[in-house]
Every structure is written in structure tokens, then in C-alpha cells.
């Protein structure tokens, strides 16, 4: 951690125990403004800590530098898996994510909207995930930005040192209708629908989805948000009801989608029919595998990449393979991946090649030899992933317990947001590990690039 960092972080600690905010009556303030502002899920609110993370303006430009190029690979990857059937297979798509990827969205990219998951240490950053499909966080992370600026420790803070919100709700909307004008090639403003689940229980919350139906409708779009069970495709539109729909929403992911209904539905219909624009596209699962890692990481694929992709993918991006037997190349030389696994658990993680499946990852250096050889034999079974272990960042923070306030070591996972290629959001996640992500301690956490005044 830079020593400005340390130093502001330190700075604000002494400022929360300091007479003036001790009584942590500003806390409830700020509570009732996460409650008013919506900024909670099931009941609980988003964020029980009471410092934003902070990142350096060097870090920041590091991860738009790294994330914009590791994008441009990934769209390269993409296509040169969906060209070739080999490549393709080596994803390990379902036939009807196959069949869905097949199909052009009718705009330029294949992801508007994407989040990486990196961890930032001591000058490093290692990319641990992509989330490609649907990806969560940019109004939830703004509107805690938002209370956050504007609460007495901050502003005290603020006296000191340089703070710039990183919002993304505008962006997102400019990224989303600049991908309609392309698929239709015109100027006419899109009617918005955003697809979620039906909820499992009488209730109508739908969490972040109502702050970005509200956002559209403020900026002046027909927005609605609407389940697959009520749409119909009929004479070349899309409707839920009466409400045409010109630009979809993909707020669940395709798994989620398949599990419940096949090809036959209206949704993929309107979209194979080129009827509706649908953000993200299916095709976005080609980069939602863990899989497409492996492609990344092996270099007789990508060296006619540009130099500077290159680079990115062998500084940030850890070393991935499709668990099955055979040869690989590992560090410059050629080993047998499951033998070498095996021998090597400490070095390895495995994890499901789709984040949806009900499959659990294994850290080799958490398990005993027959344990971690036991996991081997599982991730031959399904589609499983081995990848070099990332050493996750960990930071104390302050969080409200119980009426009081106590410091916690948090593992910190930064998740800057990119829309259309370009990186200009971000938040951050924190938990007690990886053991506990969804305990009561964790949560998303604002996120500001913090800079001392001259």
C-alpha cells in the first residue's frame, strides 16, 4: 500500500475516534440515507462499513489501462473462438449457448457492459474474474458514492486530500443507446425494458433494477421492467402488455434463463429475428466462461496480438487451463496438467467454468494432498478450471456492529465497471473471505481515487 494511502487511511481512523464523530450519531444519519436512497438488499443494508475504499489516482488509471486492454483481447478472443470450432469447444458451451452465441447482437461488441473482479496490492493488480453476462453494481455503487462524499467524516477528510466520485449511471445509459444506434441505425428513442426475475415471494423489490428504471425515466426514456413470463412476440415486436420494447435490459444471466425456458421463447425469437436490441447479448457468454482464460493465457494463441494486449494478459491475468488430461504449456515449458496439478496444490485453485453452477471452488493450499486430489477427480467430472492462486488484498476497516463501532481485516476485491470497452466506474466488494463472502460481513463499499492537496 502507498504510504499516502496508509497515511489517509490512518488520518481518517483518528477522525472517526475524535470527539467531534465518536458518538457515531452520524452513522444513523447515514443509515437512514442508504434506507431512503433504497441502497439495501433483502432487508439488509448494502454497506455496514464506515469508510469508503480508497484507491490512488495511479492505481485507477493502472486498472483503465489494464482493463481497456485485456477487453480489446477478450473481443479478439471471442472472435477467433466463434471462426473456429475447436476453439469454440475448448469453452465448453452448452449446445444452447452455442446456438445463442451464434447469432449477431447487431452491434459492434459483444459486451456493453462489463465488470472485472481485480485485487490491488502493493503496486500489483491481478485479475481474478470477468463478468461478462449481467453484471451488477453501478447504481449501488454510485448512490453509496453519492452519501458517502457528503457524510461529516469525509468532508472532514476532504480538507486534506482530493476525493473523485466514480459514478457510472450516465455512462451506462450512453453506452447502452449508442449499442441501439448501431442496431438500428437511426436516431428514434428507444423504449427501455429490464429483464428480471419474477420475484419468489409477494414482494415487487427489484434492488438496483428500480434505480436504473427511475434513472431512464428521470433522463426521459419509457422504461419498464418486465419478467420473461410476460413477454409475446408478435408481427416483429416485443411487448410486455401494451409496452413495446425497442432496447432490452439483460439484468439475469443466460443460465438462469435456460434453466426456466428453451429457444422457443418470444425474448430469443424477437432476437434472433434482429427485433430487439438486447444488452448484454447472448454472445456474451463466450467471455462469461473461465475457460476463455485459458485461451487468454496461452500464448501460441495470442501472439499475433498487439504488444500491449499482450502484456496485460501476462501481467494481470492468471495463468488458466481447462482441467483434462494431455500435455500444456506452463511458464515456458511443456507439463502433464493433471500430474502437475496434482504435485503442485499450493500453487493452484480450481473453480467451475460457469459461475452459475451449483459447483464449489477448492484453494489447493487450504486442502490436505487427499483432498485436493479428491478435487482433481471432481473437476475431470464437469467443466472446471485450474488457475494460478491470486494472493487476495486485505485492508482493515471500520464497521458499524451492534451499536459500535470495530475494525475488521477485510478481503478487498475491486470491480471496476467498463461500458463499451471503456473503463469509468468502479466499487468494491469486501468480505471476511473467501469461505464467508455472503456472511453479515461483507458488502459493496464506495469507491474514491484519493489524492492529498498540494
Same mark, same amino acid.
Given at each position: 500500500?502507498?504510504?499516502?494511502?496508509?497515511?489517509?487511511?490512518s488520518?481518517?481512523?483518528?477522525?472517526?475516534?475524535?470527539?467531534?464523530?465518536?458518538?457515531?450519531?452520524?452513522?444513523?444519519?447515514?443509515?437512514?440515507?442508504?434506507?431512503?436512497?433504497?441502497l439495501s438488499?433483502g432487508?439488509?443494508?448494502?454497506?455496514?462499513?464506515?469508510?469508503?475504499?480508497? !484507491?490512488? +489516482?495511479?492505481?485507477?488509471? &493502472?486498472? =483503465?489501462?489494464t482493463?481497456?486492454? %485485456?477487453?480489446?483481447?477478450i473481443? /479478439?478472443? *471471442?472472435?477467433?473462438?466463434?471462426?473456429?470450432?475447436?476453439l469454440?469447444?475448448?469453452?465448453?458451451?452448452?449446445?444452447?449457448?452455442?446456438?445463442?452465441?451464434?447469432?449477431?447482437?447487431g452491434?459492434?461488441?459483444?459486451?456493453v457492459?462489463?465488470?472485472?473482479?481485480?485485487?490491488?496490492?502493493?503496486?500489483?493488480?491481478?485479475?481474478?474474474?470477468?463478468?461478462?453476462?449481467?453484471?451488477?453494481?453501478?447504481?449501488?455503487?454510485?448512490g453509496?458514492?453519492?452519501?458517502?462524499?457528503?457524510?461529516?467524516?469525509?468532508?472532514?477528510?476532504?480538507?486534506?486530500?482530493?476525493?473523485?466520485?466514480?459514478?457510472?449511471?450516465?455512462?451506462?445509459?450512453?453506452?447502452?443507446?449508442?449499442?441501439?444506434?448501431?442496431?438500428?441505425?437511426?436516431n428514434k428513442?428507444?423504449?427501455?425494458?429490464?429483464? !428480471?426475475? +419474477?420475484?419468489?415471494?409477494? &414482494?415487487? =423489490?427489484h434492488?438496483?433494477?428500480? %434505480?436504473?428504471?427511475?434513472?431512464? /425515466?428521470? *433522463?426521459?426514456?419509457?422504461?419498464?421492467?418486465?419478467?420473461?413470463?410476460?413477454?409475446?412476440?408478435?408481427?416483429?415486436?416485443?411487448?410486455?402488455?401494451?409496452?413495446?420494447?425497442?432496447?432490452?435490459?439483460?439484468?439475469?444471466?443466460?443460465?438462469?434463463?435456460l434453466?426456466?425456458?428453451?429457444?422457443?421463447?418470444?425474448?430469443?425469437?424477437?432476437?434472433?429475428?434482429?427485433?430487439?436490441?438486447?444488452?448484454?447479448?447472448?454472445?456474451?457468454?463466450?467471455?462469461?466462461?473461465?475457460?476463455?482464460?485459458?485461451?487468454?493465457?496461452?500464448e501460441?494463441?495470442?501472439?499475433?496480438?498487439?504488444?500491449?494486449?499482450?502484456?496485460?494478459?501476462?501481467?494481470?491475468?492468471?495463468?488458466?487451463?481447462l482441467?483434462?488430461?494431455?500435455?500444456?504449456?506452463?511458464?515456458?515449458?511443456?507439463?502433464?496438467?493433471?500430474?502437475?496439478?496434482?504435485?503442485?496444490?499450493e500453487?493452484?485453485?480450481?473453480?467451475?467454468?460457469?459461475?452459475?453452477?451449483?459447483?464449489?471452488?477448492?484453494?489447493?493450499?487450504?486442502?490436505?494432498?487427499?483432498?485436493?486430489?479428491?478435487?482433481?477427480?471432481?473437476?475431470?467430472?464437469?467443466?472446471?478450471?485450474?488457475?494460478?492462486?491470486?494472493?487476495?488484498?486485505?485492508?482493515?476497516?471500520?464497521?458499524?456492529?451492534?451499536?459500535?463501532?470495530?475494525?475488521?481485516?477485510?478481503?478487498?476485491?475491486?470491480?471496476?465497471?467498463?461500458?463499451?470497452?471503456?473503463?469509468?466506474?468502479?466499487?468494491?466488494?469486501?468480505?471476511?473471505?473467501?469461505?464467508?463472502?455472503?456472511?453479515?460481513?461483507?458488502g459493496?463499499a464506495?469507491?474514491?481515487?484519493?489524492?492529498?492537496?498540494?
Open positions: 500500500m502507498s504510504s499516502h494511502l496508509e497515511e489517509a487511511i488520518r481518517y481512523n483518528k477522525i472517526l475516534e475524535g470527539p467531534a464523530h465518536k458518538d457515531l450519531s452520524w452513522v444513523k444519519t447515514l443509515h437512514d440515507q442508504m434506507e431512503a436512497e433504497r438488499a432487508g439488509r443494508l448494502l454497506c455496514p462499513f464506515l469508510r469508503p475504499n480508497f !484507491v490512488t +489516482r495511479r492505481q485507477y488509471e &493502472s486498472m =483503465v489501462k482493463g481497456e486492454a %485485456l477487453i480489446s483481447a473481443d /479478439r478472443m *471471442e472472435q477467433m473462438a466463434l471462426a473456429s470450432p475447436v469454440l469447444s475448448k469453452l465448453q458451451l452448452l449446445p444452447a449457448e452455442k446456438m445463442l452465441a451464434a447469432v449477431d447482437p452491434y459492434h461488441v459483444a459486451e457492459t462489463t465488470r472485472f473482479d481485480l485485487h490491488l496490492s502493493n503496486g500489483s493488480l491481478h485479475v481474478v474474474q470477468y463478468n461478462a453476462d449481467s453484471p451488477t453494481g453501478v447504481a449501488y455503487g454510485e453509496l458514492s453519492e452519501i458517502f462524499y457528503d457524510c461529516p467524516p469525509v468532508k472532514e477528510l476532504r480538507k486534506r486530500y482530493h476525493l473523485t466520485r466514480l459514478g457510472g449511471k450516465k455512462q451506462f445509459l450512453a453506452a447502452l443507446l449508442k449499442a441501439h444506434k448501431q442496431f438500428s441505425g437511426g428513442k428507444p423504449n427501455i425494458a429490464i429483464l !428480471v426475475l +419474477r420475484p419468489s415471494f409477494s &414482494s415487487s =423489490v434492488g438496483e433494477n428500480d %434505480l436504473f428504471c427511475e434513472y431512464f /425515466r428521470q *433522463e426521459g426514456f419509457s422504461t419498464e421492467l418486465v419478467t420473461p413470463e410476460q413477454l409475446e412476440y408478435r408481427n416483429q415486436v416485443l411487448r410486455s402488455g401494451t409496452f413495446e420494447i425497442d432496447l432490452m435490459l439483460r439484468r439475469i444471466s443466460l443460465q438462469e434463463f434453466v426456466r425456458f428453451d429457444l422457443s421463447h418470444p425474448l430469443v425469437q424477437a432476437y434472433r429475428d434482429h427485433a430487439v436490441c438486447l444488452v448484454n447479448s447472448f454472445r456474451s457468454e463466450l467471455a462469461h466462461k473461465k475457460a476463455l482464460f485459458g485461451l487468454l493465457t496461452d501460441a494463441l495470442t501472439a499475433k496480438f498487439p504488444a500491449v494486449e499482450r502484456k496485460a494478459i501476462r501481467d494481470h491475468v492468471p495463468w488458466t487451463r482441467v483434462a488430461a494431455g500435455k500444456t504449456a506452463y511458464r515456458g515449458r511443456s507439463v502433464d496438467l493433471l500430474e502437475y496439478i496434482q504435485q503442485h496444490r500453487k493452484f485453485v480450481l473453480k467451475p467454468n460457469d459461475d452459475y453452477s451449483d459447483e464449489h471452488s477448492y484453494i489447493g493450499s487450504d486442502l490436505d494432498q487427499m483432498a485436493w486430489e479428491r478435487a482433481v477427480r471432481q473437476a475431470q467430472r464437469s467443466p472446471y478450471v485450474v488457475q494460478t492462486r491470486v494472493e487476495p488484498a486485505k485492508s482493515v476497516f471500520p464497521m458499524f456492529s451492534y451499536g459500535h463501532m470495530e475494525y475488521r481485516e477485510m478481503q478487498v476485491d475491486v470491480h471496476p465497471q467498463a461500458f463499451l470497452g471503456k473503463v469509468s466506474s468502479c466499487s468494491s466488494w469486501l468480505s471476511a473471505g473467501a469461505a464467508s463472502a455472503y456472511s453479515s460481513w461483507a459493496l464506495p469507491t474514491f481515487i484519493i489524492e492529498p492537496k498540494s
